[in-house]
């Protein structure tokens, strides 16, 4: 069935997050148009309270009275074990709540959306990494993807340069509110990297927020400021193709949700007079959030979201905890009210605690701690005002409440769904062996095929015999100020004999239209994790998939016993931490910054991105035999130029392969 046109004329919705009950219901009270949430399992938000099945039906209903559409995040990364019972929770999430939409990153996901007759839109969450142009006509095309979630690192310009870009069939949807993530969304291994809690699964464990050291300097060099578009949204209002303005925020509680809605509704619908901008900057200076900025919204004056002073702690700070022994105090800057919650220090600190006011404080009062005391904490604890519940929110939250709700608990039925998985490739592929991927060519490398990253910035010296028989790396990242330069490195390599590609967003296809003889491999930047995902990668053109790097090993083997294409591994080399347009003025590029723990690691800059890397490389060389065995046939060797600097540690360098991914 054809997709219908879109409005360009259509009022963007204020989508709304919602990680618990209450926060629902405040989205509702507030008025958005939409509302976002997660279940249980299965979510990128793993650390929100999240919903039962039965609790989201009936919210689902409530939203329903009143127009508001309900859209379930379902944006993992799916392990090869998990597909049937992600497969059931979809069937019974249709039958049961029936959502308007499903946020997604895996892309076997929208696979399993078409085998349960999911009738809702398929929106790609900012974790699948959809930063450039070209790919929005391919993805028109894909039955079921409505919606592509833009990442936040984009200005106002080249959100608008998507925008033309995107054909009629296809809606973006921009963040305008919330935190900030200092790596770009789904190309962060950090919190997965030091002890198997991935980001892209929602168990990020947030190592950016902690401090680090650099040359005598200790800091939060990559701890982020919220983004807050507030009345520059004005502009986005003029914006073709923009269906909804997103709030970050699914760890967040009711007041911030409800304060942020109101703002953006203001923002929206009369936001072109001066009360009403103080109006809505009176919300959202209420919302309990961190510190603002613009980021690169207006890319003429582009502000760095990590603040030399590091102070990014979430909530209103409201004082320090003063007093030694068992009876810390706090004198509050404004009033407390019964309900308040306050957060005790930095969450990665010795001391952090969460307080609950048991009664009211008036400004510059004096507030005892019962309570233990906070061990370990520093002599001024920072305290930071993280959520509150007014008598007139409650009241507004208990007017939208669904009547006759449930428990809360399951209707119980259950899913015979089975998932129908792609047909195992049986002949065996022929044998690629290693290949080693440079930063700048190295013709004197043996013992493998040699490959180089494409780079826009950078000439390739290469005569037509090397271009012919050389692996060309894409880099994970494009930005549409950088398309273009990219699509005519591509072009040059390309009418010089190349025609070994390893791509590192599915994506990237685009870039070379239906141009024959050339062979795509899916790059581990992919995030490929199980069969469903590896078709998706055939019906992109792809000849060869190298699945993500985070799997264990028990996933790296049943995928091979399942996969409908030929498969590679990252076998070795050096894998970041992260990567990120943004970089802290505080840190020098080159040179190492050290952790918590003593671990060291640096920063290169490549083109326009930041690349943070461990002091330490994958190394799975033993694992060869048993992977070849199993039918891996291209075993990727990364070579990067380290630092005079830094100096690399001896690690068993396994990943996740023993501990297995989480």
């Known amino acids: 069935m054809p997709k219908k046109k879109m409005d360009d004329s259509a009022i963007p919705e204020i989508l709304a997050p919602a990680g618990n009950r209450s926060s629902f219901l405040a989205a509702l009270a507030a008025g958005a148009d939409a509302i976002y949430c997660g279940l249980k399992q299965h979510s990128a938000r793993m650390a929100a309270t999240n919903f039962r099945m039965g609790e989201l039906s009936d919210l689902r209903a409530a939203a329903a009275e009143r127009g508001v559409r309900v859209y379930v995040a379902f944006n993992t990364m799916v392990k090869p074990g998990e597909l049937t019972d992600v497969g059931r929770m979809l069937d019974r999430l249709q039958q049961e709540v029936v959502p308007d939409a499903l946020i997604v990153q ?37 039955p079921g993807v409505q919606r592509v979630v833009l990442p936040r690192e984009l200005s106002i310009d080249e959100i608008q340069t998507m925008a033309r870009a995107c054909p009629d069939t296809l809606g973006l949807e921009v963040f305008v509110h919330g935190a900030l993530c200092y790596a770009v ?138 007093g030694k022994g068992n009876q810390p105090a706090l004198t509050p800057n404004r009033a407390l009210f019964p309900g308040d919650t306050l957060r005790l220090g930095y969450e990665d600190e010795p001391g952090h605690r969460i307080y609950r006011v048991s009664k009211s404080v008036p400004k510059g009062g004096r507030l005892v701690l019962s309570g233990p005391p906070p061990k370990r ?116 390599v390309l009418n010089a004999g190349g025609r070994r590609f390893i791509l590192n967003a599915p994506w990237q296809t685009a870039v070379f239209g239906k141009r024959r003889g050339v062979m795509l491999w899916a790059g581990p930047f992919c995030n490929v994790s199980n069969p469903l995902a590896v078709d998706q990668m055939a019906s992109l053109g792809f000849s060869g998939v190298i699945p993500s790097p985070e799997l264990g090993a028990a996933d790296y083997l049943a995928l091979a016993r399942q996969s409908p294409l030929p498969l590679g591994i990252l076998i070795y080399g050096n894998w970041p931490l992260c990567l990120s347009r943004a970089r802290s003025p505080l840190i020098r590029e080159d040179r190492p910054f050290i952790s918590p723990r003593g671990e060291d690691a640096w920063v ?59």
């Open 185 to 322: 969304s789904g190309r962060c291994y950090w919190s997965s990297y030091l002890g198997g809690k991935s980001g892209l699964r929602g168990r990020c464990v947030q190592p950016c927020r902690r401090r680090y050291a650099q040359s005598g300097l200790r800091g939060r060099f990559f701890s982020c400021q919220d983004l807050s578009v507030d009345v520059l949204a004005k502009v986005l209002r003029r914006v073709d193709r923009i269906r909804a303005w997103k709030i970050e925020g699914r760890k967040k509680g009711p007041h911030y949700v409800f304060h942020t809605v109101q703002a953006y509704r203001l923002l929206r619908d009369q936001g072109n007079d001066a009360r009403t901008k103080k109006e809505a900057n009176a919300l959202l200076s209420q919302a309990l959030g961190r510190r603002s900025t613009h980021y690169n919204f207006l890319p003429q004056r582009p502000q760095n979201p990590v603040p030399e002073d590091g102070e990014t702690g979430s909530g209103l700070p409201v004082g320090v905890l003063k």
């Open 604 to 662: 290169a800059r490549y083109d326009t991105t930041n690349w943070v890397y461990p002091n330490w490389r994958v190394d799975l060389r033993k694992t060869k035999p048993q992977l070849q065995r199993a039918g891996y046939s291209l075993f990727l060797h990364l070579h990067e130029p380290v630092p005079k600097r830094v100096r690399l540690k001896r690690r068993p360098g396994k990943w996740n392969w023993t501990i297995g991914l989480r």
């Open 106 to 142: 895996d892309l076997a996901i929208v696979t399993l959306a078409r085998q349960i007759g999911f009738t809702g839109e398929i929106h790609l969450s900012t974790l699948s990494n959809v930063s450039f142009c070209a790919p929005l006509h391919r993805l028109s095309q894909n």
């Open 377 to 492: 904490a520093a002599r001024r604890t920072p305290v930071f005002l993280i959520d509150r519940r007014e008598k007139w929110l409650q009241e507004a939250m208990a007017s939208v409440e669904p009547s006759g709700a449930s428990s809360g608990r399951s209707s119980g039925s259950k899913s015979l769904f089975t998932v129908r998985l792609p047909r195992h490739q049986r002949r065996k592929s022929p044998p690629i062996g290693d290949v080693h991927i440079f930063r700048a060519p190295d013709r004197k490398r043996t013992g493998g095929s040699v490959g180089v990253w494409v780079s826009p910035d950078r000439a390739q010296p290469f005569s037509k015999q090397d271009v012919s028989h050389t692996w060309w790396c894409l880099p994970p990242v494009i930005w549409p100020e950088d398309e273009d330069r990219v699509a005519a490195s591509v072009l040059k």
